[in-house]
């Protein structure tokens, strides 16, 4: 069966560090890995996409990689500020206006 | 506010009785979706529409939930018979067919306490 994997403990991080995420998957062939942002009490934000046939997407202080031989995304975020401090989704989908399909989420902590 | 709104943000009903979620997606967007989640976990998908036709629904899907989006605008979830195990937050998205980012937009949820 599909599975998609998160580290479902909270990454606890010094403010100005960077943060690295992990999400591997298996059973699941996707067209399409996008990163999304979740708040306490609120709907995810999609951050980042980045397609099966690309090995790094950047924006602003994030990049995202995708190795779809390992099937891994890595997630990054550079110079971490405390305003970051929330939980990070990964979802998968096949094509195009299909489902998401997501992730556990990993929560992240960023200390002053 | 152009974003996905859902009604009610909360409700709390009592075991066995039938509640009905409001989702009204972004205007321009023909794919409609919803997902629940639980504490601790990533949003579970259950349905999705494009335009008023309903495309896919999970397997996990009991019969006791149904989804219209009629006139494919609006849509409404419904849940009979609550169950405690339906708490839950139920979560809507839209996205626009064909869009080359395919990034979801979701509404901020309603939260359901079955007691």
């Known amino acids: 069966s599909q599975k998609i994997e998160q580290n479902s403990e909270a990454l606890n991080i010094q403010e100005g560090k960077t943060a690295t995420l992990t999400c591997n998957y298996t059973?699941?062939?996707?067209?399409?890995l996008q990163w999304y942002r979740q708040d306490p009490g609120r709907g995810p934000v999609f951050l980042l996409l980045?397609?099966?046939?690309?090995k790094e997407k950047r924006k602003e202080r994030l990049k995202v990689t995708f190795d779809t031989t390992l099937k891994q995304s890595l997630f990054h975020i550079t110079a971490s500020q405390p305003a970051d401090s929330a939980t990070y989704l990964c979802a998968l989908i096949k094509a195009a206006g299909n489902k998401l399909t997501f992730g556990g989420g990993t929560r992240v902590l960023v200390k002053p | 506010d152009t974003g996905v709104s859902q009604d009610p943000r909360h409700k709390i009903t009592k075991r066995g009785q039938n509640v009905t979620f409001r989702c009204d997606p972004i205007s321009e967007h023909n794919r409609l979706y919803w997902y629940r989640q639980t504490l601790g976990q990533g949003p579970e998908f259950l349905t999705y529409?494009?335009?008023?036709?309903?495309?896919?629904k999970s397997r996990l899907l009991s019969d006791r939930f149904s989804a219209e989006r009629p006139k494919g605008s609006f849509s409404t979830l419904e849940i009979q018979r609550t169950e405690q195990g339906d708490s839950a937050m139920y979560l809507c998205?839209?996205?626009?067919?064909?869009?080359?980012?395919?990034?979801?937009?979701f509404g901020q949820g309603t939260r359901l306490t079955v007691v």
């Open positions: 059973n699941y062939s996707p067209a399409y």
């Open positions: 998205a839209s996205s626009l067919e064909g869009g080359v980012n395919t990034e979801a937009f």
């Open positions: 529409f494009q335009n008023e036709a309903q495309l896919e």
């Open positions: 980045i397609r099966e046939n690309e």
